[in-house]
T-cell receptor, first 112, second 117 residues
Framework: GENVEQHPSTLSVQEGDSAVIKCTYS??????FPWYKQELGKRPQLIID?????GEKKDQRIAVTLNKTAKHFSLHITETQPEDSAVYFC???????????FGTGTKLQVIP | NAGVTQTPKFRILKIGQSMTLQCTQD?????MYWYRQDPGMGLKLIYY???????DKGEVPNGYNVSRSTTEDFPLRLELAAPSQTSVYFC????????????????FGPGTRLLVL
């Protein structure tokens, strides 16, 4: 129940197309789901997050959806741009605990 | 604020040597973390701390030790370096939000690249 599975591991899209990355988990305690972006050689940075009391959250071209029943959450990037190329990590955390478990990452390549 | 800083940026160790990776944050964050990231892989939690004097093991603590004598500093110690410890090490910190609906951002340091030969 500790792991979070992330798919796909690599994703190539044409500039302007949408990209979707999906993560699944199995425990019932997780209630906070952040997404981090890591550019090549840089540190991970939070881009969006969602709590279990919300089904969807948007911030300009990025959105995250959460299906608590099915225990999966997804990152959606619309109108992709070359600067979106990076590795994206999903993560989960249970309330009251400070351990954050990360997915294995998705390498997104946006082709101009 | 400098945020989270780590030293050194890069280090080569011989098998069996020891070293300390330094991590400092100036945001008065209670929580601090050490992760390792192997090439092409995700982040694995080594140790974490919820406050000065309190540390706990993460997923992959073997071969490492930590201490947290102050709020600002959270050094990671490798006692007998092994090739399997070749990795990039990230320190991170966060502050528990007063509002449970607020963002719980983890702020990462720039990383330390360690090569054990």
């Amino acid at each position: 129940g500790e792991n979070v599975e992330q798919h796909p591991s690599t994703l190539s899209v044409q500039e302007g197309d949408s990209a979707v990355i999906k993560c699944t988990y199995s425990d019932s305690a997780s209630n906070y789901f952040p997404w981090y972006k890591q550019e090549l050689g840089k540190r991970p940075q939070l881009i969006i997050d969602i709590r279990s009391n919300v089904g969807e959250k948007k911030d300009q071209r990025i959105a995250v959806t959460l299906n608590k029943t099915a225990k999966h959450f997804s990152l959606h990037i619309t109108e992709t741009q070359p600067e979106d190329s990076a590795v994206y990590f999903c993560a989960k955390k249970a309330g009251g605990y400070q351990k954050v478990t990360f997915g294995t990452g998705t390498k997104l390549q946006v082709i101009p | 604020n400098a945020g989270v800083t780590q030293t050194p940026k890069f280090r080569i160790l011989k098998i069996g040597q020891s070293m300390t990776l330094q991590c400092t944050q100036d945001m008065n964050h209670n929580y601090m973390y050490w992760y390792r990231q192997d090439p092409g892989m995700g982040l694995k939690l080594i140790y974490y701390s919820v406050g000065a004097g309190i540390t706990d093991k993460g997923e992959v603590p073997n071969g490492y030790n930590v201490s947290r004598s102050t709020t600002e500093d959270f050094p990671l110690r490798l006692e007998l370096a092994a090739p399997s410890q070749t990795s990039v090490y990230f320190c991170a910190s966060s502050f528990p939000p007063a509002d449970r609906l607020a963002q719980e951002t983890q702020y990462f340091g720039p990383g330390t690249r360690l090569l054990v030969l």
